[in-house]
């Protein structure tokens, strides 16, 4: 179990937020390969050893499950490309619009495959994990994380709640993947006796881009974290799945079934929430590698929204836009290629995000960006 103990000043700490994204979590994965070359060119230990806080939103949150478990991200990249098939697969008997469209069973198997009967308390997980999840029954996004200073670790004594750390890892990160519509919702048991708390997929909180949930996790004193900032204190590397402006026209939208509107609409807010967070990161943080918001307001490079920075921040992602590919990368592929990448539920564009993925990787991350010293 991970002895948490709050910051005295003495060291950075460092914290991996990864985005959800489906089987867009290749491209994550991609990211992951590099910084960790990097780190272990430079005599700088693994992931592990580098970050003292791994945290995701649903495929984020197994990559950072299996990362916090031990596994490299090479061991991962393996896993995603035979999880996807089995996963994202339609069973012919199922009723579209009545029942989801993937069978949940299936990933819950997979699931267990790399994590196995670990729970939160488990001291096979290495460093501080913090897992996001959306709570249908309550209405409230769940951070759910191993700190044994956390507010709900421990079992209540009245027994008005399971305490976090009897939680299993493998219900909780299927929780974080319960995307609405695709897999049915994960039922956890949060008071004996009583009915289970209703999970979807974090994506559906303001927090599928985890970053600005786990900067608050960690330096709100009720968390129990208790982390300093500043340059020389807190450093944030935040990897997303590939990002695109979602355009629809008038007519199309409109002679979309009903459930296809709410899918993409809902699909929609998520970006704007991804925007959102990473224009308040990046007005927050000193930018080590800062991503383009929109053409108004640029990269923010030149405007500090306090005195001074909070923490270095790193954004990595791909542009899944034909534009973006040949100016960024000098990769050109087709409408239907696109098509596929963008896909976050379809396994036959894997391949192509994580090369498209490895390409974005070499330009982006540098050894620099992982530096002790502001």
């Given at each position: 179990?991970?002895?948490?103990?709050?910051?005295?000043?003495?060291?950075?700490?460092?914290?991996?937020?990864?985005?959800?994204?489906g089987?867009?979590?290749?491209?994550?994965?991609?990211?992951?390969?590099?910084?960790?070359?990097?780190?272990?060119?430079?005599?700088?230990?693994?992931?592990?050893?580098?970050?003292?806080?791994?945290?995701?939103?649903?495929?984020?949150?197994?990559?950072?499950?299996?990362?916090?478990?031990?596994l490299?991200?090479?061991?991962?990249?393996?896993?995603?490309?035979?999880?996807?098939?089995?996963?994202?697969?339609?069973?012919?008997?199922?009723?579209?619009?009545?029942?989801?469209?993937?069978?949940?069973?299936?990933?819950?198997?997979?699931?267990?495959?790399?994590?196995g009967?670990?729970?939160?308390?488990?001291?096979?997980?290495?460093n501080?994990l913090?897992?996001?999840?959306?709570?249908?029954?309550?209405?409230?996004?769940w951070?759910?994380?191993?700190n044994?200073?956390?507010?709900?670790?421990?079992?209540?004594?009245?027994?008005?709640?399971?305490g976090?750390?009897?939680?299993r890892?493998?219900?909780?990160?299927?929780?974080?993947?319960?995307?609405?519509?695709?897999?049915?919702?994960?039922?956890?048991?949060?008071?004996?006796?009583e009915?289970?708390?209703?999970?979807?997929?974090g994506?559906?909180?303001?927090?599928?881009?985890?970053?600005?949930?786990?900067?608050?996790?960690?330096?709100?004193?009720?968390?129990?974290?208790?982390?300093?900032?500043?340059?020389?204190?807190?450093?944030?590397?935040?990897?997303g799945?590939?990002?695109?402006?979602?355009r629809?026209?008038?007519?199309?939208?409109?002679r979309?079934?009903?459930?296809?509107?709410?899918?993409?609409?809902?699909?929609?807010?998520?970006?704007?929430?991804?925007?959102?967070?990473?224009?308040?990161?990046?007005?927050?943080?000193?930018?080590?590698?800062?991503?383009?918001?929109?053409?108004?307001?640029?990269?923010?490079?030149?405007?500090?929204?306090?005195?001074?920075?909070?923490?270095?921040?790193?954004?990595?992602?791909?542009?899944?836009?034909?534009?973006w590919?040949?100016?960024?990368?000098?990769?050109?592929?087709?409408?239907?290629?696109?098509?596929?990448?963008?896909?976050?539920?379809?396994?036959?564009?894997?391949?192509l995000?994580?090369?498209?993925?490895?390409?974005?990787?070499?330009?982006?991350?540098?050894?620099?960006?992982?530096?002790t010293?502001?």
């Open positions: 179990m991970i002895q948490m103990e709050p910051q005295t000043n003495l060291r950075k700490r460092n914290i991996l937020a990864l985005d959800g994204g089987v867009r979590g290749i491209i994550t994965l991609a990211f992951l390969e590099r910084i960790e070359e990097l780190l272990a060119k430079a005599g700088m230990g693994n992931l592990n050893q580098h970050f003292d806080l791994v945290g995701g939103t649903s495929t984020g949150s197994i990559i950072a499950s299996g990362l916090s478990l031990g490299s991200p090479k061991d991962l990249t393996r896993f995603y490309m035979r999880l996807g098939p089995k996963v994202f697969r339609k069973p012919r008997w199922r009723i579209r619009g009545v029942q989801s469209v993937f069978d949940a069973r299936m990933l819950k198997a997979q699931l267990e495959e790399i994590i009967d670990a729970t939160l308390d488990s001291d096979r997980i290495h501080s913090a897992i996001i999840a959306k709570r249908m029954d309550t209405g409230s996004p951070i759910v994380h191993n044994p200073n956390g507010a709900f670790w421990e079992d209540a004594a009245d027994g008005s709640y399971i976090n750390r009897n939680y890892l493998a219900e909780i990160v299927r929780a974080s993947t319960a995307a609405p519509y695709y897999f049915s919702p994960e039922l956890i048991e949060i008071v004996k006796g009915d289970p708390g209703l999970f979807v997929d994506g559906v909180s303001p927090h599928n881009m985890p970053g600005l949930a786990l900067l608050l996790l960690v330096t709100a004193p009720k968390y129990g974290y208790g982390w300093s900032t500043g340059l020389d204190q807190l450093d944030i590397v935040s990897i799945t590939g990002t695109f402006r979602q629809m026209s008038k007519g199309g939208f409109l979309e079934p009903a459930a296809s509107m709410a899918i993409k609409a809902v699909s929609s807010v998520i970006a704007d929430c991804e925007i959102h967070n990473l224009s308040v990161m990046q007005s927050l943080g000193a930018c080590k590698y800062a991503w383009n918001l929109n053409s108004e307001i640029g990269d923010l490079s030149d405007f500090q929204l306090g005195s001074t920075p909070l923490f270095g921040f790193s954004r990595y992602n791909v542009g899944l836009e034909h534009r590919l040949k100016a960024e990368l000098d990769v050109t592929i087709s409408d239907k290629e696109l098509a596929l990448v963008r896909d976050f539920t379809n396994p036959d564009g894997m391949q995000a994580y090369d498209i993925g490895k390409v974005c990787a070499q330009k982006q991350v540098s050894l620099q960006h992982f530096q010293s502001p």
